[in-house]
């Protein structure tokens, strides 16, 4: 099973997803972590925006949200703004919320 989380400490789960400026994949193996590999999110250095809505606004995690899909892992989230929720959606990514801010913790709780 493979789990991902938004940080920016390694310790705790970013609330501020598409801000993140890492995405923590933890591979867990009956209930132990077997490798981790992070992933730096390069939209969190640049705020411009790949596609505008009707109201000349726009963002695009596509880019992080590939990385989600390409490791078949569930996202494990505390917050999902607007545009990184469509993104997740749209690319048809596997998430559940939590209120947990403990990355380890959270991997006991879904794992």
């Keep these: 099973?493979?789990?991902?989380?938004?940080?920016?400490?390694?310790?705790?789960?970013?609330r501020m997803t598409g801000r993140s400026p890492l995405f923590a994949f933890y591979t867990i193996e009956n209930g132990e972590v077997k490798d981790i590999e992070?992933?730096?999110?390069?939209?969190?250095?640049?705020h411009s925006h790949d596609?505008?809505?009707?109201?000349?606004?726009?963002?695009?995690?596509?880019?992080i949200i590939n990385e989600i899909v390409k490791r078949d892992a569930l996202f494990i989230t505390r917050h999902l703004g607007k545009h990184f929720k469509e993104g997740v959606i749209e690319l048809g990514v596997n998430f559940k919320m939590t209120q947990e801010?403990?990355?380890?913790?959270?991997?006991?709780?879904?794992?």
């Design 51 to 63: 596609h505008d809505d009707e109201n000349g606004h726009g963002h695009s995690h596509k880019a």
């Design 1 to 14: 099973m493979k789990l991902v989380f938004a940080t920016e400490d390694k310790v705790t789960i970013n």
């Design 38 to 46: 992070y992933v730096e999110n390069n939209h969190s250095h640049d």
């Design 101 to 111: 801010e403990n990355i380890e913790k959270a991997i006991k709780l879904f794992s």
